[in-house]
Every structure is written in C-alpha cells, then in structure tokens.
C-alpha cells in the first residue's frame, strides 16, 4: 500500500458527460501529479500541484482540469468525455524535496467511456 | 528538453536467467534521480530501484541491479535469477531536482518469463 489512495476504483459514463476523479496523497506529501494511461501504453503526464498551486502542465486537453485544495487533496475533472479518453488514471504524490524523491502511485481509476 | 527512451519493447527471459532492460535519457542536468517502475497485470506501479545521479555506485535491490552510467546517459536494470512474478512492464523515469520536480517516463518494456 503506498498511501495514496484514488477514488472511484472504475466509474463506467457516457460521451458528452463529465467526470471528477479523487486523490489523497501520501500523509505530508505536498506534490500530486496527475497520469493519463491508455491500453498497452506509457504514461502520459497530465499536471502536478504543489500544495495547492499548478506546478507543471503536460498534455493535458482544455476539456481537462484539476485541483488541489487546502487540504492537499486532487481532484482531475474530465468534461465532454469521448471514446478515446478512456484509460487508467493515475494520480501519484511526493515530497518536493529529498531525501529520496520517489513517486507513491495510487492504484488509479479506471475510466470507461461508452 | 529531457526525454528517456526504452528502446525494447519487449523482452523474453527464461525463468531463473538474467535479463537486462536498456534505459537512455537526455539532460543537461547534473543532479537529478531516476527509477525503475514495474507495473504488473494489476497496474499498480511498483518502486523497484532508484540511483541518485551524484553517486558514482550502483544501486542493488536484491535481485534488482542497476548499471548507470552518466557520461553515456544510460541506465540499465539488470533483473538476476529472473522469477514468474517478475513479468511486468518496467517503466524507466528521470526526476528533475529544481524548477518543475517533474518527472519523465520512458515508453516501457514488457517483459515475459518464460516457465
């Protein structure tokens, strides 16, 4: 268990609907990235927060937000959803600083867009 | 800009053997980090090994070693009396020090064990 916890495990929605994905990050870890995994593919990266700011985007698309809130937790909102944006989402979380700068991934949600 | 390039695929080991999984990166950076992540059928991604770029020794995880060699910008991990369990995609990824601490992740390589 690496503590980062991610909720729904599998949420199932429609094209056109809007969805919102959870995270709580490691207990002290202020950093939350955001990861897009499609079938048999590497990870994409989405966006990172640093106690609450945007820290760094990827190739995240305009019908993608997220946030992190005071109490460090995540949220990525999916709007307009369409066939290719299903995937595995993953969120995962670090210390900024040392010592050892590793990523804790939680264990993603898993999105179906019918 | 950095980038990490796995240019395997996948790769085949018989159970019991030693494989070796190719990492390259591009930086010109000085400090920085970098993993190996496995991510078996259940896609968890699992912490197998990480090399702080400043230390010249090479990090060991039991059966896990990694061959780094920073003026080649390479990074192999060399998985030694390979075992059932260990057939996963393993993930290569760089971690920044400064600026964005973002991290970047190679393509993957699957790798089989066969019985």
């Known amino acids: 268990d690496s503590g980062v916890t991610q909720t729904p495990k599998h949420l199932i929605t429609a094209t056109g609907q809007r969805v919102t994905l959870r995270c709580s990050p490691r207990?002290?870890?202020?950093?939350v990235y955001w990861y897009q995994q499609s079938l048999d593919q590497g990870l994409q990266f989405l966006i990172q927060y640093y106690n609450g700011e945007e820290r760094a985007k990827g190739n995240i698309l305009e019908r993608f937000s997220a946030q992190q809130f005071p109490d460090l937790h995540s949220e990525l909102n999916l709007s307009s959803l369409e066939l290719g944006d299903s995937a595995l989402y993953f969120c995962?979380?670090?210390?900024?600083?040392?010592?050892?700068?590793?990523?804790?991934f939680g264990p993603g949600t898993r999105l179906t867009v019918t | 800009a950095q980038t990490v390039t796995q240019s395997q695929p996948e790769m085949s080991v018989q159970e019991a053997e030693t494989v070796t999984l190719s990492c390259t990166y591009d930086?010109?950076?000085?400090?920085?980090?970098l993993f190996w992540y496995k991510q078996p059928p259940s896609r968890q991604m699992i912490l197998v090994i990480r090399?702080?770029?400043?230390?010249?020794q090479n990090a060991t995880e039991n059966r896990f070693s990694v061959n780094f060699q920073k003026a080649a910008k390479s990074f192999s991990l060399k998985i030694s009396d390979s075992q059932l369990g260990d057939a996963a995609m393993y993930f290569c990824?760089?971690?920044?020090?400064?600026?964005?601490?973002?991290?970047?992740f190679g393509t993957g390589t699957r790798l089989k064990v066969l019985a």
């Open positions: 090399q702080e770029a400043y230390k010249q």
């Open positions: 995962a979380s670090s210390a900024l600083g040392g010592p050892t700068y590793e990523q804790y």
């Open positions: 930086t010109s950076e000085s400090d920085y980090y």
């Open positions: 990824a760089y971690r920044i020090i400064s600026g964005t601490y973002k991290y970047i």
């Open positions: 207990s002290g870890d202020l950093s």
